[in-house]
């Protein structure tokens, strides 16, 4: 400035103007400023620093017009860089950081140019340049947490999709079962089991080994997996001691993927079978007869009606009472005592009632074949009247 030459103090818009058409130098500022003071800003996200850049430059110029005059604040570019940093995994706490780096690099430079006299409307100017920072912040914030919302939902239900392969029919879609498998990190070869569970809010300890749960409308299933049989049994076992109002159905053991479709049939069928006779976790080849009957519900009922007869046609209290005391004897292997002692019981109301079944069904319970009868209508009796009740 000339000697003798008046000075003119320049209005704090006009400074501001100055320097839009400084953004590119700004932007490169303010990017090793952000690097700087944010280690591992790329490194930790997918972000490159010609994306960094770009950000930087489209926020300073919105920023700088605002503070120039050139109407209220452009908000697009500083919802552009909160979906970009939340797409590319930025942390928001970097984000948010970054814009209050970038205020301050407008504010300095604002100082710089207008030749070290801090006039009256630069110095209001201070508060609108960290008014307009927050509104940005705000806004990138917003524009974060929207995205990471979205992000989620869709993550969900890409995994949904997968899950939903992989107790598909693989056939179908062997590509998805490929990717889920991959997802889940299932491997190749190992020790395989699926469990089918009755209710939707079952919480199954696997501590130790691998598991992949899908939530159906009538209860779970889940994939078991660890890298050898003894490490399974040691979690089933845990599972059956830990259950208490689930029915629990567990396929056969297998040794790869491709067995799912066959194990989920097995788990499910199962699971059909559980309660009968008293367990609550039922193994798929444990229960042959419960396991028949389940596949053949037609025949099921035919024979509850054939072999039970006249039982069934009882009042109810009288008809469960004998029910359940020929179910009591069957699992006290045809100890009438056991089966007393059970019940609490005198051995005679055991007997008395074992003969009362006899009566009304024309089948004798010390006849082999004609015992083995009975427990074949018991069990079917069970397993309609565990359907009817909605137990799956």
């Not at 078991?224 to 490490?231: N, Q």
């Not at 979690?235 to 029915?247: F, K, P, Q, S």
């Not at 097995?266 to 699971?271: H, S, Y």
């Not at 193994?283 to 509850?304: E, I, N």
Request: aromatic letters at 4%; one cysteine or more; glycine letters at 8%.
């Amino acid at each position: 400035m000339a000697t003798g030459t008046p000075t003119t103090v320049l209005a704090s818009t006009d400074l501001a103007a100055q320097l839009l058409d400084s953004t590119e130098m700004l932007a490169e500022t303010l990017v090793r400023r952000i690097l700087d003071a944010e280690h591992g800003y790329l490194e930790a996200s997918l972000l490159t620093e010609d994306e960094l850049r770009s950000a930087c430059q489209e926020n300073l110029r919105a920023m700088i017009g605002c503070l120039a005059g050139h109407g209220v604040p452009d908000l697009s570019s500083a919802h552009a860089t909160g979906r970009l940093k939340a797409e590319q995994g930025v942390p928001l706490a970097a984000l948010l950081h970054a814009f209050r780096l970038g205020g301050r690099l407008i504010w300095e430079e604002l100082m710089n140019r207008s030749d070290g006299e801090p006039s009256r409307a630069l110095l209001e100017m201070a508060a609108q340049v960290w008014a307009l920072v927050d509104v940005c912040s705000d806004a990138a914030a917003e524009a974060y947490r929207s995205t990471v919302d979205t992000l989620s939902e869709q993550d969900a239900e890409s995994r949904r999709r997968l899950v939903r392969a992989l107790f598909g029919d693989h056939v179908s879609n062997p590509a998805a079962v490929a990717d889920a498998v991959r997802t889940f990190r299932i491997p190749d070869r190992g020790s395989f089991v699926v469990v089918s569970a009755d209710s939707r809010d079952v919480e199954l300890s696997t501590r130790g080994i691998g598991a992949v749960w899908d939530s159906e409308v009538d209860g779970t299933l889940g994939l078991l997996f660890a890298t050898s049989d003894a490490l399974l049994e040691e979690v089933l076992r845990c599972i059956d001691n830990g259950v208490t109002d689930a029915a629990i159905g567990v396929s056969a053991g297998f040794s790869s993927p491709a067995g799912m479709p066959t194990a989920v049939e097995q788990a499910r069928l199962a699971r059909t079978c559980a309660r009968v006779g008293g367990c609550a976790l039922t193994r798929f080849g444990k229960v042959p007869v419960p396991l028949l009957l389940a596949r053949h519900p037609d025949s099921a009922q035919a024979a509850t009606q054939q072999i039970l007869g006249r039982l069934l046609d009882l009042p109810e209290e009288e008809r469960d009472s004998l029910l359940m005391t020929l179910d009591a004897w069957f699992g006290s292997k045809g100890s009438t005592s056991e089966a007393a002692s059970r019940l609490h019981y005198h051995r005679n109301t055991v007997l008395y009632r074992l003969r009362r079944i006899g009566e009304l069904t024309g089948r004798d319970f010390l006849d082999p074949i004609q015992c083995s009868e009975l427990y074949v209508g018991l069990r079917a009796y069970q397993l309609s009247a565990a359907n009817l009740s909605g137990v799956r």
